[in-house]
Nanobody, 119 residues
């Protein structure tokens, strides 16, 4: 499984961005895709996740502002980010959780996309 993240950029506080994560390879084995972010000097943190059954979960810091969704026909997961704050500035990564036929889980990471929110 390969992941390609895109959609980052520079936006003013209160603005919006939509990130995309396109999966390729054995995408049928993907159990869930999540978004994570890492700000300078900080550890990578969970942002949102969507399962193959379309259940979603969000970090408290982004609830009500971010929405994760998927478009199966395009093997793409989106992260719609509204009401952006300067503290949302980070490199955003997508991660796929993949099951193998033996019940093992593996993580696959995409490259990051930079989101910068100016005050």
């Amino acid at each position: 499984v390969q992941l390609q993240a895109s959609g980052g950029g520079l936006v003013q506080a209160g603005g919006s961005l939509r990130l995309s994560c396109v999966a390729s390879g054995t995408t049928l084995s993907i159990n869930a895709i999540g978004w994570y972010r890492q700000a300078p000097g900080k550890q990578r943190e969970f942002v949102a996740r969507i399962s193959s059954g379309d259940s979603t979960i969000y970090a408290d810091s982004v609830k009500g502002r971010f929405t994760i969704s998927r478009e199966n026909a395009k093997d793409t997961v989106y992260l719609q980010m509204n009401s952006l704050k300067p503290e949302d500035t980070a490199v955003y990564y997508c991660k796929a959780v993949v099951d193998d036929p033996y019940g093992n889980e593996y993580d696959y990471w995409g490259q990051g996309t930079q989101v910068t929110v100016s005050s």
